[in-house]
């Protein structure tokens, strides 16, 4: 876990926010590379999600949204953490995760446990009064549920059919920690299914296997998976059934992406709270009925460090130790690298005309600086499938050399046939 740190910090994955300042407890930024990695992690989840389906579509609800939203989906009286308070060290806790002792200074000395909502309060206009008070998205649910109707009349979709949604969402937690497996500010990848009543139970074992294998697709090692199911008294107030896409972090199992059988609780709330019949008729049966919902719902900021962790690999090469990230390509922050031998102008000409025509296909980057030897390494370290040199040779035969990041073997590839070449690997 520490060596994972370090190489995020190291190398421009994530940096805590506001450093110069002393930082932000539990708020990170993305860097160069980390903004790029986990722009690859949603995009593969929306190839796989939307892209690639025809009964999946795509929303961008508000951040900021009505207050009945929350108190309809129940919200604002459900959504709480017991939270308890160590007498002798003054540190809070959530009571469910501690038992019965303070894990900072080992005291037994707890307050009685009180109800603590999660959800960010904040005020629109001018003034602050019960009026304009407002709240921060906990998920991104509820807008494609209020979205229902849109939707549907849109699209002229019928069930079974999603609605996909990523974006930030917003929890006051009590006690954020391990890096960014949990976080006050997270980006959610989420995806609303709606089914007649009777095929819920069968969808939400098929969408159980689908993100199951979308980990695997995309390099965890099956070792480090796990699908775990809630029991009875775990289950959220809307649940017929969840169950737990976990990872092993170093620390233990840890949740990756809940999938969840909401039934019909949540357009039946909010039928009930504004008035609109959030129903689907199917004209065939002359019924109307609420569609019942199968939810996935990942952390991409969370699937994003479990693929660093899950990729962070050691090995020797002539005697030396080097440290890759084994990252799927679909994932690596660099799909190429292109290396010139040298910074005589010669060959910097040549290598950023063989950088351009790979630019307009994937993101590339570029490096002049220290041995071929050191950018080979750091390459290996920030996960980028190859690396192109440039080299003396190639002024004479119009070809460089492909070096592969996890075998480090090489080919000579002639430059007209490059993209071909590299678009038969990547893809």
């Known amino acids: 876990m520490d060596a994972v740190v370090n190489l995020c910090k190291r190398r421009g994955f994530i940096f805590p926010s506001g450093e110069i300042y002393g930082g932000f407890r539990s708020t990170y930024d993305y860097g160069p ?13 929306w190839r796989s999600m939307v892209q690639l389906r025809s009964d999946v579509l795509g929303l961008d609800a508000a951040i900021l949204s009505s207050p009945k939203i929350w108190e309809a989906s129940g919200h604002l009286s459900n959504f709480t953490d017991p939270l308890v308070d160590c007498k002798k060290c003054h540190e809070r806790w959530r009571q469910d995760q501690i038992g019965t002792t303070c894990p900072n200074c080992g005291s037994g000395q707890l307050t009685e446990a009180r109800a603590f909502n999660l959800m960010f309060k904040t005020h629109v206009g001018p003034l602050e009064d019960d009026a304009t008070v407002a709240y921060l998205r906990p998920e991104t649910a509820q807008g494609m549920f209020v979205n229902f109707l849109n939707v549907l009349n849109t699209s002229r979709k019928k069930p079974p059919f999603g609605i996909a949604q990523i974006g930030k969402s917003f929890r006051n937690e009590i006690t954020p920690g391990n890096f960014v497996f949990r976080t006050r ?3 959610q990848m989420e995806m609303e299914y709606f089914v007649p009543p009777e095929d819920s139970d069968s969808w939400f074992q098929y969408w159980l296997e689908e993100r199951f294998n979308w980990y695997l697709d995309l390099g965890i090692e099956k070792s480090k998976l796990r699908i775990r199911h809630h029991d009875k008294e775990e289950l959220s107030h809307y649940s017929r059934g969840t169950a ?18 909401r039934g019909d609780y949540d357009l039946g709330a909010h039928t009930k709270a504004s008035g609109e019949k959030l129903e689907y008729y199917d004209q065939g049966q002359n019924t109307r009925y609420f569609p019942h919902v199968i939810e996935p719902a990942a952390g991409a900021t969370r699937a994003m460090m479990a693929f660093l962790l899950a990729s962070y690999t050691q090995d020797e090469i002539e005697g030396e130790t080097r440290t890759l990230l084994k990252l799927h390509p679909r994932l690596a922050p660099y799909k190429i690298a292109v290396l010139p031998l040298s910074k005589k102008p010669e060959l910097a000409e040549l290598s950023i005309e063989v950088l351009r025509p790979l630019q307009n296909l994937w993101m590339c980057d570029y490096d002049e600086t220290q041995s071929i030897g050191k950018r080979y390494r750091r390459q290996d370290e920030i996960g980028t499938p190859y690396c192109v040199t440039v080299d003396f040779q190639s002024l004479e ?27 038969s690997k990547l893809s």
């Open 33 to 45: 590379l980390g903004v790029l990695m986990l722009r690859n992690v949603k995009d593969a989840w």
């Open 185 to 187: 500010e997270f980006e």
């Open 244 to 261: 737990d896409v976990e990872f092993l972090f170093p620390w233990g199992w840890g949740e990756l992406e809940g999938i969840a059988n």
């Open 397 to 423: 035969d119009g070809a460089v050399t492909v070096r592969e990041r996890d075998t480090t073997s090489q080919e000579r590839v002639k430059i007209v046939e490059l993209t071909s070449f590299l678009q």
